[in-house]
């Protein structure tokens, strides 16, 4: 049940996800994208050269051109502005890491916490409880102790 659950999530995401990817807005692109110039994202930034990206991508957007397709054409030939100009790193290759380090680091953090706690409350001193086998208390003393109690009881 759980996997079926699972598989119609990711289905709902991958709908608005390909139509991002086959037909891409302006702005979309635009925050996506850094300027190579003044190292501003592409949406804020004013530069010439950010002037001249903003036209290339209306104008690939208005050809029908894929979300991948001109960012691939910014990135290599034959603009070849170079990876700088993405404000993400890929989600492919080398990049993944970029993704994937995070993640573990708080997973690894996480973990080292939880045992940590864990190992913590179990090695406290007052945490261990032992029955005396020693010797009885002296009669006059377990009656003082009765005496006492039977006070707080009451």
């Given at each position: 049940m759980r996997l079926l659950l699972l598989?119609?999530?990711?289905l709902a995401c991958a709908g608005p996800a390909l139509a991002s990817?086959?037909?891409p807005t302006q702005g979309e692109?635009?925050?996506?994208l850094v300027c190579p110039q003044c190292h501003e994202p592409l949406d804020e930034s004013?530069?010439?050269i950010a002037q001249q990206m903003k036209a290339y991508i209306r104008q690939h957007i208005a050809m029908g051109w894929t979300k991948s397709h001109i960012v691939d054409s910014l990135v290599g030939p034959p603009n070849n502005l170079?990876?700088?100009?993405?404000?993400?790193?890929?989600?492919?290759?080398?990049?993944?890491l970029a993704w994937l380090l995070p993640l573990a680091g708080i997973a690894v953090?996480?973990?080292a916490l939880a045992g940590g706690a864990w190992?913590?409350?179990?090695?406290?001193?007052g945490n261990k409880f032992v029955l005396a086998d020693g010797p009885a208390l002296d009669p006059a003393l377990e009656r003082r102790v009765d005496e006492e109690l039977a006070r707080f009881d009451s």
């Open positions: 598989a119609a999530l990711a990817e086959q037909h692109l635009e925050a996506e004013s530069s010439p170079g990876p700088s100009v993405l404000g993400v790193p890929r989600k492919h290759g080398f990049d993944l953090g996480a973990l190992a913590w409350s179990r090695n406290r001193p």
